[in-house]
Nanobody, 125 residues
Framework: QVQLIESGGGLVQAGGSLRLSCAASGRTFSDYRMGWFRQAPGKEREFVAA????????LYADSVKGRFTISRDNAKNTVFLQMDSLQPEDTAIYYC??????????????????WGQGTQVTVSS
């Protein structure tokens, strides 16, 4: 079992930045791929970014490429999402997720077994 707790969300003006953190506890953190997803009101959950055990495997949604950066600190059992140049369309609840390596696609939420409770990100225009 893995417990995930996100933090760092909030209200920011367009063009601003936020850094989300996701602290994991339970099983060995480095055993899992980590992903960030988001869900805006009235919309389906969508993939944002994912990372394997190391930086040699990092994926981003086209909508955030060049603006968001995912990273992880295995020693601190934490994954981060640095979000720069935020836009109103980035407004959503952001969730981190953990999944076993080699199970399904890193882009799909179905490939992740554990989820955090989410943190709200609101970008004003």
């Amino acid at each position: 079992q893995v417990q995930l707790i996100e933090s760092g969300g909030g209200l920011v003006q367009a063009g601003g930045s936020l850094r989300l953190s996701c602290a994991a506890s339970g099983r060995t953190f480095s055993d899992y791929r980590m992903g960030w997803f988001r869900q805006a009101p009235g919309k389906e959950r969508e993939f944002v970014a994912a990372m394997g055990q190391t930086a040699d495997r990092i994926l981003y949604a086209d909508s955030v490429k060049g603006r968001f950066t995912i990273s992880r600190d295995n020693a601190k059992n934490t994954v981060f999402l640095q979000m720069d140049s935020l836009q109103p369309e980035d407004t959503a609840i952001y969730y981190c997720a953990a999944g076993n390596y080699g199970v399904g696609s890193m882009y799909s939420g179905h490939s992740y077994r554990y989820w955090g409770q989410g943190t709200q990100v609101t970008v004003s225009s």
